[in-house]
């Protein structure tokens, strides 16, 4: 997902972090929790709880739990029914009828109805919110019913539902809390845990839903703590302060994999991180400079000092254990590295260059970016490229983003399940979040193509194409996809880390020993 998807990261969005001493979790608030509390860290503090306005990835993590969407995607990244049961599509792919589930309730003890699912979308689209460009094919959302609600798209949409049941963003709301105001702070879904306090800095309270249409949750509730300092989490993790952590410093991972006390799930995830460099920009406009950068930049080891292991590197978007994942190392000639600083060289002599500058703009919410900019700048200095390294907070990388005042930018991409999550806003003429100005003819036909074609082994061979031509063109430079690793006490039963970074708790189950 893009920064605001429109922002981008705004799906990672960072907002600003507490930072929480191991021996303050127990008494945050002041109020200690029950046995059958999950006591959950995560790396910042959501910016505010209305989950169609935030873009911060703090935000979502705690109100997956508390908010649903009418399909969802399996631990697989398969959609699957959720709040609606079932669905029928049209002959011509552009009417969907969705049936929600009977006897659905608010945590507010409203009922959900087919008109919420309506009010949901329109207020996305109508108000252009943050995710309003994954629902760009949609012509019209109406109730049809108390429990049939009919989207109609302007053209077949394969990916209709990977767009309205991908949870960031797209949550359905209850229409009196948006209207009272209240959801920013007090936020009421449908979800298996429901919203009861919340003491800024410091931590965020949910209580088990009964009513949840996929059955009451095992535990009690979850206290989320926000602690930004990974070596903090995983100390408090080792003395049994709290009992899951996603803020794993990886250069942590092999000592809580030693201590059996301690799970640590990694999988590989559909995020990745990305160079960009400024077509509008000169020397960066020629192709044989971004290409001689390509192969300058040694991805092996920027993964290696970034995910001790972890990141994968590569050279397309996609993910090898993605279904849509297709084969692609033009910049790799081999185990020498000096091979390719050769060639970038060469590149760089056809575009008449012998020496140039940078600046290459990263943000300090992200410390990996500052990390990573370090080796390609000890990189590119060996082909004659100069580097800068710009560090911004990241209001000020947004604001410069989006004035086009880079010669280079790095940051990753979050969320991604269909292929057009991985392309169209980023790399299509018209993308929301094609900050660097590339324009391919081909590729934006491809990107179009890809948006209606229903049968999925020619929507492959599209996506293929298209996604070596980005990267043959360098509209991004892809450097790696990163690792989803999560860490939690053999307490917790029942959880599944998933490569789309989700945390769920609805299906968790504490064993504590007493």
């Known amino acids: ?29 002041g109020a200690s929790v029950s046995p059958n509390t999950l006591r959950v860290a995560i790396a910042g503090e959501p910016d505010q709880l209305d989950p169609q306005k935030s873009s911060s990835y703090f935000t979502f993590e705690v109100l997956e739990n508390v908010f649903d969407t009418i399909v969802e995607p399996d631990d697989q990244l398969r959609m699957r029914p959720a709040l609606a049961e079932s669905w029928e599509v049209s002959p011509d792919g552009r009417r969907w009828i969705f049936l929600l589930r009977p006897g659905i309730t608010f945590h507010n003890g409203d009922p959900l109805t087919a008109a919420d699912v309506e009010f949901s979308f329109r207020r996305i689209i109508d108000e252009e919110l943050s995710n309003a460009w994954k629902l760009a094919a949609i012509e019209s959302v109406t109730a049809l019913d108390e429990r049939r609600v009919e989207f109609t798209v302007t053209d077949p949409t394969p990916n209709l539902l990977t767009n309205i049941g991908g949870f960031k963003g797209l949550a359905i709301v209850n229409r009196r809390n948006v209207e009272s105001g209240e959801i920013a702070t007090k936020p009421v879904g449908t979800g298996p845990f429901s919203f009861t306090s919340r003491s800024p800095g410091a931590w965020i309270d949910l209580a088990a839903n009964p009513d949840h249409w996929a059955g009451p949750p095992a535990i009690e509730g979850i206290r989320y703590s926000f602690i930004s300092q990974g070596t903090t989490a995983a100390s408090a993790l080792r003395s049994g302060e709290i009992d899951w952590t996603d803020a794993v410093p990886a250069q942590q991972l092999s000592v809580l994999s030693r201590d059996d006390a301690l799970v640590v799930g990694t999988v590989v995830s559909n995020d990745y991180w990305y160079i960009t460099m400024n077509f509008e920009a000169k020397p960066f406009d020629d192709p044989r400079v971004r290409q001689a950068v390509s192969y300058a930049v040694d991805r092996d080891s920027i993964a290696q000092v970034i995910g001790y292991g972890t990141a994968n590197p ?26 390719a600083l050769d060639k970038a060289r060469d590149l760089l002599r056809q575009a008449g260059i012998r020496s140039t500058d940078m600046r290459l703009m990263v943000t300090t919410e992200y410390p990996e970016t500052v990390t990573a900019a370090q080796v390609v700048a000890s990189n590119l200095e060996k082909i004659g490229i100069a580097v800068k390294i710009e560090q911004l907070d990241f209001g000020a990388w947004l604001d410069r983003q989006a004035a086009g005042d880079f010669d280079a930018l790095m940051l990753g991409w979050l969320g991604n399940i269909d292929p057009d999550d991985f392309y169209y806003a980023q790399h299509h003429s018209a993308g929301t979040s094609n900050a660097q100005k590339y324009s391919n003819r081909r590729v934006d036909e491809l990107l179009d193509r890809g948006r209606t074609e229903l049968d999925v082994e020619e929507r492959k061979r599209i996506y293929a194409e298209a996604a070596g031509q980005i990267a043959d063109d360098v509209s991004y430079l892809y450097l790696y996809n990163p690792s989803a690793t999560q860490a939690y006490s053999r307490a917790v039963r029942d959880y599944t880390v998933r490569s789309d970074k989700a945390a769920r708790f609805r299906s968790v189950r504490l064993e504590r020993n007493t």
């Open 1 to 29: 997902m893009p920064l605001s998807r429109r922002r981008f990261f705004t799906l990672a969005g960072l907002t600003g972090a507490s930072v929480l001493g191991a021996s303050a979790l127990a008494a945050c608030g």
């Open 314 to 339: 590569n050279q397309l978007a996609i993910p090898s254990t993605s279904p849509w994942y297709a084969p692609y190392d033009r910049y790799s000639v081999g185990p020498d590295h000096d091979a």
